[in-house]
């Protein structure tokens, strides 16, 4: 399959995926968290799939890698956040559980997607 636009590619996919769960399990918390570890957990979320389509509209490899970086950070936040969740029971364990294997999951393919990006754009010797 042909990539034409970043809603192809599966890591993009999985990273809207993710975020909407986070969406999903921040309901599950309590109300007074929602300016608080909720709002950042939603903000790191989106930030995954946004750099990855504004990664893939740059005009080059180098810059695309970058970006797939600040997703990666942003992914690391995330499950800093539902670690910390878990262990305040702020949300109900299994539901953090599922989210963050679905962290790692989008973690493992931004590690491969960032190492194909490097490798075909480093100079031969």
Do not use: C
């Amino acid at each position: 399959m042909t990539v034409r636009s970043y809603r192809d590619l599966t890591v993009w996919q999985k990273g809207m995926g993710l975020a909407a769960a986070v969406y999903r399990l921040t309901r599950e918390m309590p109300k007074h968290e929602e300016y608080r570890i909720s709002g950042q957990m939603i903000r790191a979320a989106t930030s995954v799939p946004a750099n990855i389509a504004e990664g893939h509209g740059r005009g080059t490899r180098r810059d695309y890698a970058q970006f797939v970086s600040i997703a990666k950070g942003s992914l690391a936040e995330l499950e800093t956040f539902l670690l910390l969740v878990g262990d305040l029971e702020l949300a109900p364990r299994d539901a953090t559980d599922v989210v963050l294997r679905q962290a790692e999951e989008v973690g493992r393919m931004l590690t491969a997607l960032r190492g194909s990006l490097v490798v075909s754009s480093s100079p031969r010797t």
